[in-house]
C-alpha cells in the first residue's frame, strides 16, 4: 500500500463555486497510484467541498441563492461578527455542506460520474485562497 498527499491553493473571488477537477485528475494521474481511496479536505472554516454538476453552471447559481436564503447575512442571531456581516453565515453555511470528500480511484482516475465535477464552495465575499489537501492511499 502506498500514499502520496499534496495541497492545491484555489483563488477565489467570492462566493459561489470554483471548479478544480482538472487539478485534482492530474494529480492523481501523475502519483503513480492507480488503484485507491482519494480524500480530500479543506483546510478552512468559512469554505467547504462539494462533487455537483459541471454541465449547467445554473446549478451552481442555484444553490448559492438557496443558502443565502436558508443562512442570511445580517440575521440578529449571530453574535460573532469580528470578521464582517459575512463571517458567521460562511461558518453556517461550511457546517452544513461538506469540508472533507472521498473519492474512489481506479486505473489511475478518480470515479467521478459524467456530470460530476469538484468544487470549492466559497462562503465569504471577499476574495480568498483556500488550501485543499489532497490524499490518495491505494496501489
Known amino acids: 500500500m502506498r500514499q502520496a498527499f499534496h495541497e492545491i491553493a484555489l483563488p477565489t473571488r467570492g462566493k459561489g463555486l470554483y471548479a478544480f477537477t482538472p487539478q485534482v485528475r492530474n494529480w492523481v494521474d501523475t502519483s503513480g497510484i492507480r488503484e485507491g481511496l482519494l ?31 436558508l ?44 456530470w460530476q465535477g469538484i468544487y470549492v464552495f466559497e462562503h465569504r465575499r471577499a476574495a480568498q485562497t483556500r488550501r485543499v489537501v489532497v490524499h490518495l492511499l491505494g496501489e
Do not use: K, W
Open 71 to 114: 443562512v442570511p447575512e445580517g440575521d440578529p442571531i449571530y453574535e460573532h461578527t469580528l470578521e464582517g456581516a459575512d463571517d458567521m453565515p460562511a461558518h453556517v453555511r461550511a457546517a452544513l455542506t461538506q469540508t472533507h470528500l472521498s473519492i474512489p480511484v481506479a486505473d489511475g482516475r478518480p470515479l467521478l460520474g459524467t
Open 39 to 69: 480524500t480530500l479536505y479543506i483546510r478552512h472554516t468559512s469554505a467547504s467541498l462539494l462533487i455537483q454538476e459541471n454541465a449547467d453552471p445554473t446549478v451552481q447559481t442555484d444553490l448559492e441563492r438557496f443558502l443565502s436564503r
